[in-house]
């Protein structure tokens, strides 16, 4: 089977962006990928993409974004980390067991299930 054509990027002004309160100043934004819906909930340091419910957290280092999740892998926006999560996962169902974090979350955002 041939592999899926990269899907192409938006310009920034064709993605659903609001005011999101996970850190002071970090934002949601949502689009979807190979039938997956996706939002990647960004801060200055990182924080999460969340695909179909499933939370991939990941941080911003100086030369890129990581995830525990793709190991050794360098991602340029969180965006491109989702897609590749999404490309890695195929149609399997991942069980995942919740990851800690350090930052608190507001009630009607439970991301630990």
Not at 20 to 42: I, Q
Not at 102 to 107: C, I, L, V, Y
Request: proline share 7%; hydrophobic share 25%; aromatic share 6%.
């Amino acid at each position: 089977m041939p592999p899926t054509p990269r899907r192409q990027s938006r310009p920034a002004g064709q993605r659903k962006s609001t005011a999101h309160k996970h850190e002071p100043g970090s934002e949601l934004r949502t689009f979807s990928y190979r039938g997956k819906s996706v939002e990647v909930h960004a801060a200055e340091q990182g924080c999460c993409v969340v695909i179909d419910g499933e939370r991939v957290d990941y941080v911003v280092d100086g030369d890129g974004i990581y995830s525990h999740d793709l190991a050794y892998q360098k991602f340029g926006s969180p965006e491109e980390l989702a897609e590749e999560v999404i490309r890695q996962w195929g149609q399997a169902r991942i069980e995942r067991n919740p990851v800690p974090h350090d930052h608190d979350h507001d009630d009607h955002h439970d991301h630990d299930r």
